[in-house]
Every structure is written in structure tokens, then in C-alpha cells.
């Protein structure tokens, strides 16, 4: 190749990569945006997260909620409360009503965004309609549970030092991609409780310190439905649960995650699931569980990382 041709494609090739990169980053923008949005917290979008910190802080701020519909979409949705304060760090239900007002099952999107947007790295959300695409059948109504807290940083940035006030909006469309849907009848009191999310839940939630057959942070679960409280050999539990007199029975499960350290005062699980679809599943997967005889191998049962 003569030189000057080489001079040339040393310039050309490098141009033609970064136009390659550019285009890229054009197509992908969007998706890119949101990542780069849910990371940061930029452009008021908000966490996910699984638990909640463990601290409350007596600093307290007011979270006001807005709800808006697409006009293609003929659904009511609205806050069942305009606003609630909370401490910071403190764990909040509120639950927000969907009704289905046309004749047909419909899928929708929630998209949401937290103002003022130096809010947005603080707002976390366990339990949300938003996280998965939505069905609603005809003339069907629901109250979906919203499960939040306010990060306690938020009161040291600088950024936050005068906002007393963070409004959750959110925006329900027509989904793109209805194949992919949840059936919001899941918050029905009488539904029934799903084993499969269950294990979901628990491999979220609860794996930081459970597994189903070692201890670890918290006792042992496997077979725990049936058992006495505070038994399993070798786990150093509070006194309070160790005397608490307790078979773990379906309903004792469901008030002692709604609330471990209010069932019985003294215990040491810092953790609590305030709705109850999601006790009920996470209780459902438990019993499916069953004794430790029941599960051969070493871990077979325990929720590994396939959700
Ligand atoms: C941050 C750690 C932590 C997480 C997360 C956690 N637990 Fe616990 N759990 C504990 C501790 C610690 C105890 C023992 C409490 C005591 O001794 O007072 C416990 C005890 C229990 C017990 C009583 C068991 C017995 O042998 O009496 C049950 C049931 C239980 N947890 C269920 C769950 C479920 C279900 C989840 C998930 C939603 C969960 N825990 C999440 C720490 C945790």
C-alpha cells in the first residue's frame, strides 16, 4: 500500500469507528437514558430496592402523589391519599386505585418520575405496579400497594437542604409489549397466593440472612411451617422469640413479616413485608418448601439466581 494511502486510513478508519459509536449511541439513547437514569437517580427516575435501611431518622418529609392516565387508555387511577409524611428511612404502604372502565382486558405501562429530580436518588420503591406491565380486566378495580422510603442520606445533600415536599408522579399507557403482563387481580384480597413469586420474593428478601438448610444471619427456613419459634438447633436467637411459645403456622408467618418486633416484642428480625400479597406468596412458598426431609441434595430447594 503506498504511504499516502496508509496516511489516509489511519484518519478514515478511526473517523468511521466513532461515526459507528455515534449512531449506536443514537439508536440505543433512549435505553441508555433510562439506565443511566435508574443508576443515578438523574431526571427524577428512582430506585428499586429490597429492603429498607434499618434507620429511621426523626427528619421527616411529605410525599405528595399524582396520578395521570393517557387519553387512549380508558382507566380511572388515582392515590387513595394525596400525600403522607414520612421519617426518612421509614418504610410507607400507600396503595393507589385502578378500575378498567372499558369492555375489554387491557395491559398498561407505568412510567413515574419524582420531583424535584435531587430527590430522585433517595426514592426507593420495594413493592410497585410500576415494575411490570399491568392487566386489568373489563370493568375489574384494584388497589395496588406502593411500598417506599426516603433514603436518610437525602438530608445531607446539599441539594435537598430546602425540599420539604417530593411528588411521586406517575403516567399510565397502553403497553407496547402486553405479552409480558401481570394480572393486577393478583391484589385481589381473595386471590390466591402464588408459591413461584413467592420464591421470587424470598430469594430478594429474605437470602441475606435465610437459606432453606444452614443458618446464617437468621435461622434456618426449610420445613419452617409447622415448627416451634426459636428451636432450630445451633442458631443463638433474642430470648423473646426463643420464649415465645409459637408454632409457625400460615397466619403466625403472615403477622410476624408484617411486623416481627410488634408479633413478639424483643425479636431481632429487622425486616418487615407490609403488603399482603406478598406475605401471602412469600408464606405459600414456604409451606411449598416443606420439611427438610422432603428436599434432597444440599440447596435444591433454595432459591438460587434464576429470577
Ligand atoms: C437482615 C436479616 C434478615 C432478613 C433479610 C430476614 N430475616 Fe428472618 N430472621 C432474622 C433474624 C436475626 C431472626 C432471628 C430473630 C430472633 O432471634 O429474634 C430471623 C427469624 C426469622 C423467622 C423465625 C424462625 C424460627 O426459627 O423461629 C422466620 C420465620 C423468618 N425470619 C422469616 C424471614 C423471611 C420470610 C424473610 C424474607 C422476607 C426474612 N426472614 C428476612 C433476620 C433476617
Request: net charge positive.
Amino acid at each position: 500500500m503506498k504511504p499516502s494511502y496508509r496516511k489516509h486510513l489511519n484518519v478514515l478508519l478511526p473517523a468511521f469507528a466513532a461515526l459507528g459509536v455515534m449512531i449506536g449511541l443514537v439508536a440505543y439513547s433512549p435505553k441508555i437514558y433510562r439506565v443511566f437514569c435508574s443508576a443515578t437517580g438523574y431526571g427524577g427516575t428512582t430506585h428499586r430496592a429490597y429492603a429498607d435501611p434499618a434507620v429511621t431518622s426523626k427528619k421527616t418529609v411529605t410525599v405528595v402523589f399524582d396520578t395521570n392516565v393517557a387519553s387512549d387508555l380508558p382507566w380511572r387511577f388515582e392515590p387513595e391519599q394525596r400525600a403522607v409524611t414520612v421519617h426518612l428511612g421509614e418504610q410507607k404502604m400507600v396503595f393507589f386505585t385502578a378500575e378498567n372502565l372499558g369492555s375489554e382486558s387491557i395491559v398498561s405501562h407505568a412510567t413515574y418520575n419524582v420531583t424535584p429530580n435531587t430527590s430522585g436518588p433517595y426514592f426507593n420503591k420495594i413493592q410497585c405496579f410500576c415494575f411490570n406491565e399491568e392487566r386489568l380486566d373489563p370493568h375489574q378495580k384494584i388497589e395496588m400497594p406502593v411500598v417506599f422510603f426516603v433514603d436518610p442520606a437525602f438530608a445531607d445533600d446539599p441539594d435537598n437542604h430546602a425540599v420539604n415536599t417530593i411528588t411521586l408522579s406517575y403516567t399510565l399507557l397502553r403497553s407496547v409489549n402486553p405479552s409480558q403482563s401481570k394480572n393486577l387481580a393478583r391484589f385481589l384480597p381473595n386471590a390466591p397466593p402464588d408459591p413461584v413469586h413467592g420464591k421470587q420474593l424470598f430469594s430478594e428478601r429474605c437470602t441475606a440472612c435465610h437459606e432453606l438448610d444452614a443458618n446464617k444471619t437468621g435461622p434456618l427456613l426449610g420445613g419452617v411451617v409447622g415448627r416451634r419459634a426459636g428451636t432450630v438447633p445451633g442458631y443463638h436467637y433474642s430470648p423473646a422469640l426463643q420464649n415465645a411459645r409459637l408454632v409457625w403456622s400460615g397466619d403466625n408467618l403472615d403477622r410476624w413479616l408484617a411486623d416481627p418486633k410488634k408479633f413478639v416484642p424483643g425479636a431481632r428480625m429487622p425486616v418487615r413485608v407490609l403488603d399482603a400479597p406478598s406475605r401471602h406468596d412469600l408464606v405459600a412458598y414456604l409451606q411449598s418448601v416443606g420439611q427438610k426431609s422432603d428436599r434432597t441434595g444440599s440447596n435444591k430447594a433454595a432459591p438460587g439466581g434464576e429470577f
